[in-house]
C-alpha cells in the first residue's frame, strides 16, 4: 500500500488543503503550532476512523467554528486506486479508479462503521496501525506505562487471536458453571443418603411375626368367650376383612402403577437384561468420543499451524524484494513453492482427515446419547423392580392374613347355637375379657407401627430412586465438565501455537535491525514472556526497555515497530511524528539513518522542526507547514 494524498477540509487547523506524498522518504518539516501532528492525525484518522490520540472526540477534530470536519487519504494497493474520505460525524467513503480510468467509482458509502470491510479488502485494522505502522509524539512514554493485562490485550488484537481469547474464556466459565453444579449435585446426594434399609426391613419382619402371634392368642382367648364373644369377635373380624381388602386393592393399583407399560415382573426382567447386553457391548464408546476430541483438537492446532505457514510462503513468493525477511538469504522460487505445495497437501490432509473424525465423533456422540438414555432406563426399571418386590412381599403377607380372617369369618355367620357349658368353668369371664383388651391394644398399636414402618420403608425406596436419578446427573455434568477442561486446552494450544508463529519471526527482525543500527550488543530479546515489552540480554545482564535511556528506548522501540509490522504483514508504509525528539546528537543521526534505510523497503511519513533532520534527508519529498498560515 503506497499512500499518495492528503485531502483535508475543516479538519484541525486547515480549512482546505491537500498534500501530495511520494516514494520514499517524506518530510512535513515546520516549527510547532503549524500543523504537523494534524496531518498525521489526518492520515490515521481517515484509514481508522479514531483519533490517534487516545480519548480525544471526533468533533474536537473538525476545524474552530465549523460543524464538521473532513480527513481523506488517496492511496495505491496493488494496481488499483483508492479515495478513503470520513468526517467527524462519522459518515464514511470509499472510492475506486481503475488503471487507466478517469472517474472514480463508489464502493460504498453511508454513516457507518467501515472497519471490518477495510480490515478484509486491505489486511489492516486500528490495532494493526497503532502498534505497527504510527508513532504519535508521546506514545513510548503510554506504551511502557501500560500494565502487562493490556499490553497482553493489545497482544491478542494484533495477533488476531482476541476471538479465541473469547471462546477460551467462555470454556471457562463453562467449565465454572459445570463444577458449582458438581458440587451442588455432590451436597445433595449427601444429604439424600440413606443407611437403614435393612434395620427397617428387619424391623418390618419382627413386628409382622409379633403380630402373627397376637393375633393367634386373641383368636383363642375370642373362642372361650361364649355367645356374647362371638358377636364381638365377628364384627371384628368384619372390619379386619375389610381393612385387609382396602389395603390389598391399594397394593394392586400402585402395582398396575410400577408396570405400567409391561405386561407382568417377567417382561420387565427381559428388558432390564436386554438393556444390559446393549450397554455391555458399547462399554468403550465414552473412551473413544474422549480419544477423538483429542485428535480434533490436535488436527485444528496442527491445520491452524499449517494455514499460517501457507500464508507466510504465499507472501514470500509474492513479495517484491527476493530476499527473505528473516534470514536475508536470496529466496529461490521454485523451492519456496515446493515447501508451500508440501505444506497445503499436508493441510489438506489434514483436513479430510479431520473431517472423518467429525463425522466419526457425530456418530459417537449420538451412540453415546442413546446409550446414556437406555442406562437411565436400565435406572429406572431396577427402581420398579426393587417396588414390585416390596409390593408383592406386602401382598403375600396380607394375603394371608386377609384369607385367615376371611375363613374365620366364614365360621361365624352364621352364628351356630351355643353348646351349654362351653366356657370352661375355670375360665373367668371377667379376666377373658381384660385380656382379650390387652391384647387388641397391642395388636392395634402393632400394627399402627407396621403401617408407619411401610411407609417408611416406601420413603426410602422413592430416595434411593432419586439418588440413582442424581448420580445419573452428576455423571453427565462431570463429562460436561471434562469437556469443557478439554476444549479449554486445545485452545491454550492453538492461541500458543499463534503466538509462537508470529512473535518468533518478529524476534528475529527487532534482532536484524538492532544488527543494521550497530546496537549488537542486545544478544537476547523475548516479546512474549511481558507481552510485548521486550525483554533484553544487555552485555549479560537481563534488561527491559523501562531501564534504558531515552534514546534507546526510541531506537529500539522503532526498530520493534518495524520488525512487527514486517511479522504481521508490512502495508508498506510507516509514519513517524517527530521521531528524534529528545535525541542526542549520535542519536539523531543514527535515527535518520534508520529512517533512511526503512525507506529503501518502504514509504516513511516523518514530521519534524528540527534542522538537522531537513539536512540530514536532502533527498526527501519536502511538505513544509507555516505557523499562522495552516488554513491557507
Given at each position: 500500500m503506497r499512500l499518495e494524498r492528503i485531502i483535508l477540509k475543516s479538519f484541525g487547523c486547515f480549512d482546505r488543503r491537500d498534500f501530495d506524498l511520494s516514494d520514499g522518504v517524506n518530510l512535513i518539516f515546520g516549527p510547532n503550532f503549524s500543523g504537523k501532528s494534524t496531518l498525521v492525525n489526518a492520515i490515521f484518522f481517515a484509514l481508522t476512523g479514531k483519533p490517534i490520540v487516545p480519548r480525544v472526540g471526533l468533533p474536537a477534530m473538525a476545524q474552530s467554528g465549523a460543524s464538521s470536519g473532513t480527513a481523506g487519504i488517496n492511496f495505491r494497493n496493488g494496481e488499483q486506486s483508492y479515495q478513503l474520505f470520513r468526517s467527524t460525524q462519522g459518515e464514511v467513503q470509499l472510492r475506486q479508479k481503475e488503471e487507466n480510468a478517469e472517474k472514480w467509482r463508489i464502493l460504498f458509502t453511508g454513516k457507518r462503521s467501515a472497519d471490518?470491510?477495510?480490515?478484509?479488502?486491505?489486511?489492516?485494522?486500528?490495532?494493526?496501525?497503532?502498534?505497527?505502522?504510527?508513532?504519535?509524539?508521546?506514545?513510548?512514554?503510554e506504551f511502557l506505562a501500560r500494565q502487562p493485562a493490556d499490553r497482553r490485550d493489545v497482544?491478542?488484537?494484533?495477533?488476531?487471536i482476541d476471538r479465541l481469547m473469547e471462546v477460551r474464556q467462555r470454556f471457562i466459565e463453562g467449565r465454572r458453571v459445570a463444577k458449582r453444579e458438581e458440587k451442588r449435585i455432590q451436597d445433595h446426594q449427601r444429604s439424600m443418603r440413606v443407611t437403614t434399609v435393612k434395620n427397617h426391613r428387619e424391623e418390618i419382619e419382627r413386628v409382622e411375626a409379633e403380630l402373627k402371634n397376637l393375633e393367634g392368642e386373641y383368636e383363642l382367648l375370642s373362642g372361650k368367650a361364649g355367645e356374647g364373644g362371638d358377636t364381638v369377635l365377628a364384627a371384628e373380624l368384619t372390619q379386619a376383612h375389610e381393612r385387609f381388602q382396602k389395603e390389598i386393592d391399594g397394593l394392586i393399583q400402585e402395582r398396575a402403577s410400577v408396570l405400567s407399560g409391561f405386561t407382568d415382573v417377567d417382561h420387565l426382567r427381559t428388558s432390564i437384561k436386554e438393556i444390559e447386553t446393549a450397554t455391555a457391548s458399547a462399554s468403550g464408546l465414552e473412551k473413544q468420543r474422549d480419544e477423538l476430541i483429542q485428535g480434533i483438537g490436535s488436527l485444528n492446532s496442527q491445520i491452524q499451524t499449517l494455514s499460517v505457514e501457507c500464508e507466510t510462503l504465499r507472501q514470500l513468493i509474492d513479495s517484491d524484494h527476493g530476499h527473505c525477511p528473516t534470514c536475508h538469504q536470496p529466496v529461490q522460487q521454485k523451492i519456496i513453492a515446493g515447501i508451500l505445495a508440501e505444506k497445503e497437501s499436508a493441510r489438506a490432509a489434514s483436513q479430510e482427515e479431520l473431517e472423518a473424525q467429525q463425522k466419526t465423533l457425530d456418530e459417537h456422540t449420538a451412540n453415546i446419547n442413546a446409550l446414556r438414555g437406555l442406562?437411565?432406563?436400565?435406572?429406572?426399571?431396577?427402581?420398579?423392580?426393587e417396588q414390585l418386590e416390596r409390593i408383592e412381599k406386602q401382598l403375600a403377607n396380607l394375603q394371608r392374613e386377609?384369607?385367615?380372617?376371611?375363613?374365620?369369618?366364614?365360621?361365624?355367620q352364621p352364628t351356630t347355637p351355643l353348646q351349654t357349658g362351653a366356657i370352661s368353668d375355670a375360665a373367668d369371664p371377667a379376666q377373658l375379657a381384660e385380656q382379650r383388651r390387652q391384647l387388641k391394644y397391642r395388636i392395634d398399636s402393632l400394627r399402627r407401627r407396621l403401617d408407619g414402618?411401610?411407609?417408611e420403608e416406601a420413603v426410602i425406596a422413592h430416595k434411593l430412586e432419586e439418588l440413582q436419578r442424581t448420580q445419573h446427573q452428576a455423571n453427565q455434568i462431570l463429562r460436561t465438565r471434562l469437556s469443557f477442561e478439554l476444549a479449554c486446552d486445545g485452545v491454550e494450544k492453538t492461541i500458543a501455537s499463534l503466538q509462537q508463529t508470529i512473535l518468533q519471526p518478529a524476534e528475529k527482525e527487532i534482532r536484524r535491525w538492532l544488527e543494521r543500527m550497530d546496537l549488537t550488543r542486545f544478544s537476547q530479546i523475548d516479546l512474549k514472556s511481558q507481552h510485548l515489552l521486550p525483554s533484553l540480554n544487555v552485555e549479560g545482564s537481563e534488561r527491559n526497555l523501562l531501564l534504558l535511556s531515552g534514546s534507546e528506548k526510541m531506537m529500539l522501540y522503532l526498530c520493534f515497530k518495524a520488525a512487527l509490522s514486517e511479522a504481521l504483514g508490512a502495508l508498506g508504509f510507516f509514519v513517524f511524528d517527530?521521531?528524534?525528539?529528545?535525541?542526542?546528537?549520535?542519536?539523531?543521526?543514527?535515527?535518520?539513518?534508520?529512517?533512511?534505510r526503512l525507506a529503501e523497503e518502504h514509504q516513511v511519513i516523518v514530521t519534524s522542526n528540527d534542522p538537522e533532520v531537513r539536512a540530514g534527508l536532502p533527498d526527501a519529498h519536502l511538505i513544509e507547514t507555516v505557523s499562522g498560515n495552516a488554513s491557507s
Open positions: 471490518e470491510d477495510l480490515r478484509k479488502q486491505f489486511h489492516f485494522s486500528y490495532h494493526h496501525l497503532a502498534a505497527a505502522t504510527f508513532l504519535r509524539e508521546g506514545e513510548i512514554f497482544l491478542n488484537a494484533l495477533l488476531g442406562r437411565q432406563r436400565h435406572q429406572l426399571m431396577q427402581g420398579k423392580i386377609f384369607d385367615r380372617v376371611a375363613s374365620r369369618l366364614g365360621a361365624l414402618l411401610n411407609r517527530d521521531p528524534t525528539l529528545h535525541l542526542d546528537p549520535d542519536r539523531r543521526g543514527a535515527m535518520i539513518d534508520f529512517i533512511q
